[in-house]
């Protein structure tokens, strides 16, 4: 199961393409120029079926960065993902952005000591 830790992530994507290899899906999920299928070819009740084993991997934080526009597409989840966990563009600003909504005081706190974590989440 992937943790969400990003520094984990692409030891977790190898293990995870692995498992996909030994159930015969892992050409279904990965991109042509990894070894997959091309676009044209794509069995989609296969990548639907890589899709539902991906999901059964990923905390919930990766899960929700993927169901909303990958839903049943196994390969472009793993595009999202890869994207998030190994770029530094738009997913790290949508990342923040997720993050930073998410956050509330906690009633022990005060406005200053939360102020402080604001901004430590936002170096």
């Known amino acids: 199961m992937f943790s969400g ?12 393409i692995g498992h996909l290899r030994i159930n015969k899906l892992h050409d279904t999920i990965l991109p042509e120029s990894d070894g997959g299928v091309d676009d044209e070819d794509l069995d989609e009740e296969k990548n639907a079926e890589a899709f539902a084993f991906l999901a059964q991997y990923l905390d919930d934080r990766s899960l929700s960065l993927i169901i909303r526009d990958a839903r049943d ?31 509330q005081k906690k009633s022990t706190e005060t406005v200053t000591d939360y102020v402080l974590r604001v901004r430590y989440v936002c170096l």
């Open 5 to 16: 830790d990003e520094d984990a992530y692409e030891l977790w994507e190898v293990k995870f």
């Open 73 to 103: 597409d196994g390969r472009k989840a793993l595009k999202i993902l890869r994207e998030h966990y190994l770029s530094k563009g738009k997913p790290r600003i949508i990342s923040l952005y997720t993050e930073l909504t998410s956050l």
